[in-house]
């Protein structure tokens, strides 16, 4: 009797306890299901957003975007094949480092006289006018084999190009509200390095195929290549045609006459200030990233002695990977706001940079290149909009191209320290002592751009819940 009790309690356990695996597995199976189809809605939602932002931007946005990718491509084909031209020409590297030593200097020189020109001309014709002196430019470059002309026709390419430059971003930030700025400037710097990487694949297909389908002699392939590069940039300036700008204002004293410098200092002086404290925080992620990213093919040709395919392969998943991440930037600032999120995505990239730093293994090197590329670059449109929300529509231009004219003398002197580093150090500890310089620089950076604004970012939080409530 004890003995048929207790088997019946025993199976009665096994049965209870086999039905409640059963539910627990069911309830289990009903949440993962739930959850991936909170995940697939989730997805949904985010793209629907997206096309939702995109087709409420005005027309003047949307055609910038045309003459951004037009622009783009043509850049990225005539980048990436320009040296190959210098070569076939038969001249050596030290050639093709004055000519980017030219353009560069002449970017530097004219940025900030170009954004005082842009605030008062207005973007659209000064974009015009950069567009139709750089396409000239780049042909003269296509076609001329004398070596004092290319250095003359590199340096007019950087100072054209510059007025595109310094136009672009203010541009966007007057035909936007404060709330579209963030996603707006995410997709420009996305399709910059999308357009770009088509431009690179581009190029080097043309050249290929001129070379060995049409059987076209190696300089004229080139140099064909160049002039259809020149060819799709100069259809960036279609769509400029149709933009619409309100006609600038131009300031008088108590006379009634033009005195632009000293109306401007008064009526500005805050803005001024806004810019210096900005260009402070550039310029300390500009010196930390001159000393790394001109020399990133280096860095993987001296330490793994990688072939230039793999290399470029790698430099261009870098290029997709900043690009998703600055899509998914939006994300982050409506969770932690626009300072946060700058200083939390550059934070983040530090111990990739590390790792890239100290590892000696190839892989290791790419999984740390492509989340430091991706997480340091994400908060650049970021940053940009919180500047263009802060600072007057009549210093735009003067603000984005101090902005830029600081990053490029941080690329211009760190660039002969992070060679003298390698050179004396060798081929670990060289890029080792130059990656944990620009680590310590981008901390510091971060740190000075989150004590200096973070006030703002607290306002900016409060009134969107207010908004809200």
Known sequence: MYKTLNCKFVLNFVVAFILKKGMIFREAKLFLALKNERRKVEKMQIMTDWKHQFGAYNLNIRLFFITNICTQIGMGIFMVIYNFYIRELGFNEH??????????????????PAGIISDKLGRKNV?????????????????????SFLLVSAFIAGLATAFIQVSAIPWLAENSSHTQRVQLFSYHAAVMMIANVIGNVTGGVLTDLFTYVFNIEAIWSVRLTLLIAAIIFCMGIVPIFKMTEKKRVIELNDTGKRNPIKMSWLRNKKHFKLILLFAVAQLLIGFGSGLVIPYLNLYFADRFNTSNSTIGIILSLGQ????????????????VGEVRAVVYLQLLSLPFLLLTAYTESLLIATIGFLFRQALMNAGNPIQMSLMMSKVDDSMKGLANSVNQMVFQLGWAFMGPVSTSIVVLYGSYWGYAY???ITAGLYLIGSLYFYFVFKSSSKLRVQQSLAKSS
């Open 434 to 436: 130059v990656f944990s």
């Open 320 to 335: 997709a990977a900043t690009a998703i991440a600055m899509l998914v930037g939006p994300l982050v600032v409506k969770r």
């Open 127 to 147: 974009m015009m006018l950069g567009i139709i002196v750089t396409t000239a430019a780049l042909i003269c470059r296509s076609l001329f084999e004398i070596e």
């Open 95 to 112: 050639l093709n480092g004055n000519i980017i030593a030219m353009t560069a200097l002449a970017s530097a020189i004219i940025l900030i």
